[in-house]
């Protein structure tokens, strides 16, 4: 626990964990020793010999003194520890987090992350003010406890030499029966917490669908799991700590009748007897609380695996200086490969894009459009082949160059809760009026601000609810246009735009391919149509047919099908297998 605590505070925080660490286990040292001067002091007075009693006091008053000390000192230095926790554990996890490949980040990691960052920091702050001590104290305060029977009475001492496994065996039981049902909650919580965001995010899908009754199966089915796992977590719990305590009860038993057996046979006085009966009350008391402190705390050593489990994921290796970009604009993707799992998505993909051309990447749904697009702003790492942009492989790029030099306009256009003018200059903090006025025009938002009542400075509510989705992708076009990036990468949205909407984004996508390069996921015709390349994707990861739309036309292969049928049926969609 001691070590997984340490190493995800980083190195720097071991100094003030081990301080801690020391001054607890003299703290548990010092009751120990403080409560065996019981048996000489009661031993004194029984005899009369009140000098003795009163040095073996004045003793005891000595250690009782330290003993305070180091309480007070193992105190304070384990809440800073706990604040050191709770402040670094944020950083660390947060700075680990921008490492991390942006395809990692999806609606499951995020509600995991929520939960560790929340939950998960409380409960391993809360376990170094409050826990450790308890547990350190609860060992070394009964070992001392131990040596001092055993220089007192060497039997009893063998006895409680002996009761300590039995002790320990079913502390430990107790402890891993918490940690279980811990976990068992925790999963089950995950999966509810997941459920929820869902129901909520997804309402008018929900509604549109018939699902106005106020039930919904999944998050219905995920709760009253929820609450059957709590209830078996429960019992685990239970069950572990009944049978410590009984082992405790027990062990205590026997040595209460091991004492008597003694003293009856004359090998034990009984002054001795009831102080050092005294002194074995004091040994189990903080064992038995062991068992219920060690669960606790493997519910905090679960939270810091999982944290541990994200500081260990791999970032995407960044190197120190940024790539010569040797043509600017430009894409290649030289043989790639890529497979989320171990099913290849691309199957030894080649293409060219040069420098301010529009590419239209069309296929079949599932054909890998959307990742292509991805692998270009290196969501991912590709498995082997290279990707390529401004004529260098986008691992040699550091994150913020190739970040630099793309934008991205993804259907899924997330709007911050700020103000118009705000949303649009995130892609450029440091535009002048003229430009954020330019792209503004261009994309059809000069249009949008001259609707609303507060203008530029009218808020667009949290992901931006409060405007409609063909003006939250012009919002995103305008971010574009105002980055002025030499790649933009575009997915065209499916659902059908009002014209006034659409025509401000086709105007914009021709404008956008005047600077820059364009790829664009092409949903309209009149896109595929004004684009200097299209990439037919086919279904089994490679590039079925390539060219203009002309030459396709000639090739007379899918994607003239795929134009007839649009001719005919006024939507068009490429058909998967031929
Ligand atoms: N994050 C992910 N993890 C695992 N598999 C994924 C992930 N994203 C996409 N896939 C899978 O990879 C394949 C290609 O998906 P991609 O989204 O690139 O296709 P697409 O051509 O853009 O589809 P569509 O036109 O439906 O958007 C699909 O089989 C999809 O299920």
């Not at 103000?419 to 249009?447: K, P, Q, W, Y």
């Not at 203009?548 to 049926?569: C, I, M, P, V």
Request: hydrophobic share 45%; proline share 4%; aromatic share 8%.
């Amino acid at each position: 626990m001691i070590r997984d605590l340490i190493r995800i505070l980083g190195p720097q925080h071991r100094g003030p964990v081990r301080a801690f660490l020391f001054w607890a286990i003299a703290y548990g040292v010092l009751q120990g020793i403080a409560v065996s001067f019981l048996v000489p002091v009661t031993r004194a007075l029984f005899e009369g010999d009140y000098p003795s009693a009163l040095r073996w006091l004045a003793a005891m008053a000595v250690a009782a003194l330290a003993c305070s000390t180091a309480h007070y000192v193992q105190a304070m230095k384990g809440f800073g520890v706990a604040l050191t926790a709770l402040r670094t554990m944020h950083l660390r996890i947060g700075d680990h987090l921008v490492t991390l490949p942006l395809g990692w980040f999806g609606p499951e990691t995020v509600a995991s992350t929520s939960q560790m960052a929340s939950k998960g920091t409380l409960s391993v702050g809360g376990a170094a003010a409050h826990l450790l001590t308890p547990v350190i104290t609860g060992i070394a305060s009964p070992a001392t406890i131990v040596v001092a029977v055993l220089f007192f009475d060497w039997r009893l001492g063998i006895a409680l030499l002996l009761a300590v496994p039995v002790i320990a065996a079913t502390s430990r039981f107790a402890a891993v029966m918490i940690s279980k049902g811990d976990d068992l909650a925790h999963e089950a919580a995950l999966v509810a917490t997941n459920r929820v965001l869902e129901y909520a995010r997804y309402q008018p899908v929900l509604r549109a669908f018939g699902r106005t009754s106020g039930t919904y199966t999944p998050l219905d089915d995920a709760i009253e799991n929820q609450q059957i796992v709590g209830r078996k977590g429960m019992a685990y719990s239970v069950f572990g700590m009944v049978v410590s305590g009984l082992a405790i009860q027990l062990c205590f038993s026997v040595l209460i009748s091991l004492g008597a057996y003694l003293a009856v046979g004359g090998n034990l006085d009984a002054v001795t007897l009831i102080a050092l009966l005294g002194l074995i009350a004091r040994f189990v008391q903080p064992i038995s609380e062991v068992g219920e402190f060690a669960g606790a705390l493997r519910m905090a050593r679960n939270e810091i695996r999982r944290m541990s489990a994200v500081l260990d994921l791999a970032p995407l290796p960044d190197p120190e200086e940024p790539a010569d970009l040797l043509e600017p604009g430009r894409i290649e993707f030289e043989d790639v490969h890529f497979g989320y799992t171990d099913a290849l998505v691309l199957d030894g993909v080649s293409f060219d894009v040069p420098a301010r051309s529009m590419t239209a990447l069309v296929g079949p749904s599932g054909s890998g459009k959307t990742t292509v697009t991805r692998l270009i702003a290196r969501f991912w790492d590709i498995g082997s082949g290279s990707v390529k942009v401004g004529g260098t492989d986008v691992r040699e790029h550091t994150t913020e160059q190739l970040m630099d030099q793309i934008a991205m306009v993804f259907q899924d256009v997330y709007l911050f809760d700020d103000t118009l003018r705000a949303n649009i200059l995130v892609g450029r903090e440091d535009a002048s009026d003229r430009h954020l006025a330019e792209a503004s025009r261009l994309a059809g938002v000069d249009e949008i601000v001259a609707r609303l009542p507060a203008g530029w400075d009218t808020r667009v509510g949290e992901g931006g609810t409060a405007l409609s989705g063909g003006e939250r992708q012009r919002i995103s076009i305008a971010r574009a246009l105002i980055k002025g990036s030499p790649i933009v990468l575009l997915d065209e949205a499916t659902a059908a735009l009002d014209p006034e909407n659409e025509q401000f984004v086709q105007q914009s996508i021709g404008h956008l391919a005047q600077t820059s390069t364009v790829i664009v996921i092409a949903h309209k015709l009149s896109t595929v149509t004004a684009a200097d390349q299209i990439l037919v994707l086919g279904s089994d990861g490679t590039i079925a047919e390539r060219g203009t739309h002309d030459s396709l036309l000639e090739q007379g292969g899918r994607y003239r099908d795929f134009w007839n049928s649009r001719k005919n049926a006024g939507g068009w969609k490429l058909v998967g297998n031929r």
